[in-house]
């Protein structure tokens, strides 16, 4: 009995900690495949990248017009640590 109240007290409080908010990722590339249903990728930092993605598959490579330039943060790197 005493671990399920417990649980049940300590879950809502859970549920209710902050978060960190969802971002959507905005990148200059779009990929537009030439497969049934046309599929859309914009997760393309560069030209190069969204072609080397759609070759061998077909489709086309064009600009997002939904870019925004201040929006993309550069990725972080692990450090690894030698010993």
Do not use: H
């Amino acid at each position: 009995m005493r671990p399920s109240l417990a649980f049940a007290l300590i879950v809502p409080f859970v549920l209710l900690a902050p978060i960190d908010e969802a971002a959507a990722q905005n990148f200059p590339w779009c990929a537009q495949y030439s497969i049934r249903g046309g599929a859309r990728n914009c997760g393309f930092v560069s030209w190069e990248q969204c072609m080397a993605t759609i070759r061998g598959i077909g489709g086309f490579c064009e600009r997002n017009y939904m870019f925004r330039p201040g929006d993309v943060r550069p990725a972080r790197r692990k450090v690894r640590r030698r010993y």
